[in-house]
Each structure stands twice: as C-alpha cells, then as structure tokens.
C-alpha cells in the first residue's frame, strides 16, 4: 500500500532536547511538507521541498530544521531553540508541481515537552 | 499573499440537517480548491476539489461549487451524520507547491 508514514505517534521529550521527527513516503511524489497544527490555529507551514536536496522555510521555520537526502524522506528536527514546541506536527508529500494536485498527509506526531 | 477564511466553529447540528460551511479565499490568478476533512488524532484526507471557475467537487454527499465572481467554495451535503463529525478545512493552491489553508471548522453532529 502506498502512502505517508510518521512516527512515532506520540513522542515525550525534556526541555532543551533536540528530537526528530521521521516522515516517509512511497508515493514518488517530489514535495514534501511540514505542518504544525495547534488547537484552534489550523495548519502552518513550517518547511517545505520540492526535490531532493532543496528545501524552503515555511512560515514558522525558526527553531526546526530539515534534510532532504532522499525522494522517500523529510525528517523534522525540533530543536531547543523552538520556544513552544508542544504541538501536533503533520508531514504531506504531493505529486509534481501542478497547482490541481493534492496533499497526502500522515497521521501525524503528537511531541509533547515536559 | 494568498488567503484562505472560513466559518469558524464549532458548528452542532442534529444528524440528518443540511450543512454548509462558508470559505472564501483571495489569490492571485485562478488557484485549485480543496476540501479536507480531519477526525481526532489523525491527519488530514482530501474531501473533494475544483480546479477552475464553475467546476464542482463532490464526493460522499458533500458538494462545493468553485465561485470565482464571489471567491467562494462553500461545502454543503443534504444531510450529515454522526460519522461526518470532524474538522473541515479549506484549502487553496496557486502552484509553486505552496498550499494555504483555513483555520478549520469543528463539526459536531448530534444523534
């Protein structure tokens, strides 16, 4: 079955840790995404790539970072310099560069920072 | 920029009522319209889309009809659920691989 995995579901981590967050597909789609999603706020965009080994910031990209090495995979690190990291976080990857094509999304990590 | 509105929730409504929920949206040029429907603790599923003026999206009794004389792409279905209760968002796409969304709208539907 093709699709977007996340993991883990759900991840605990302490204050001033670093922690990263995996997103794999196998779809081929060429973009990638991270969103942050908060209670009431919908989705931000925190980064973005069309190919690999390109990436763009979103509208939130400070305090996170991202690798593109490969097609398949875009993981997010949240990093100590994120000053409210406690969030849902929801990767999509989306086919080609046509504006008529939609998003796949994980199932998206729940980080909580204790 | 681009910019997506929607209703804001949560909207309750008893199970076989008529729904809408209103979005509207500014961009430039004509941009592709979706509808994603999220339930708890999941991610994010593609409800129905419209890629130019007049088409209409439809898709499990839900419809929207892309409004370019009034930026609009308001989703209705004749008569919800309890399993339709989620978070609906509204979506645009002008290209260059950037989505903007809506802020979401929380549909509670009652037996």
Request: without cysteine; charged residues 5%; hydrophobic residues 20%.
């Given at each position: 079955d093709g699709g977007i995995t996340q993991s883990p579901k759900y991840l605990f981590r302490k204050e001033g840790q670093n922690v990263t967050l995996s997103c794999e597909q196998?779809?081929?789609?060429d973009a990638m995404y991270w969103y942050r999603q908060d209670p009431g706020q919908g989705l931000r965009l925190i980064y973005y790539s069309q190919i690999v080994n390109d990436f763009q910031k979103g509208d939130i990209a400070e305090g996170y970072s991202v690798s593109r090495e490969k097609k398949e995979s875009f993981p997010l690190t949240v990093t100590?310099?994120?000053?409210?990291?406690?969030a849902f976080y929801l990767c999509a990857s989306r086919p080609?560069?046509?504006?008529d094509n939609e998003q796949f999304f994980g199932p998206g990590t729940r980080l909580t920072v204790l | 920029g681009n910019s997506v509105t929607q209703m804001e929730g949560p909207v309750t409504l008893s199970e076989e009522a008529f729904l809408t929920i209103n979005c509207t949206y500014t961009a430039t040029g004509y941009p592709s319209l979706f509808w994603y429907v999220q339930y708890p603790g999941e991610g994010l599923q593609l409800l129905l889309k419209a890629t130019k003026a007049d088409d209409k999206g439809s898709n499990k009794g839900f419809e929207a009809t892309y409004r370019k004389e009034t930026t609009s792409f308001h989703l209705e279905k004749g008569s919800v659920q309890v399993s339709d209760s989620a978070v609906y968002f509204c979506a645009s796409s002008g290209g260059y691989q950037k989505v903007t969304f809506g802020t979401g709208t929380k549909l509670q539907v009652i037996p």
């Open positions: 196998n779809l081929n789609h100590s310099a994120q000053k409210n990291p406690t080609g560069q046509g504006a | -």
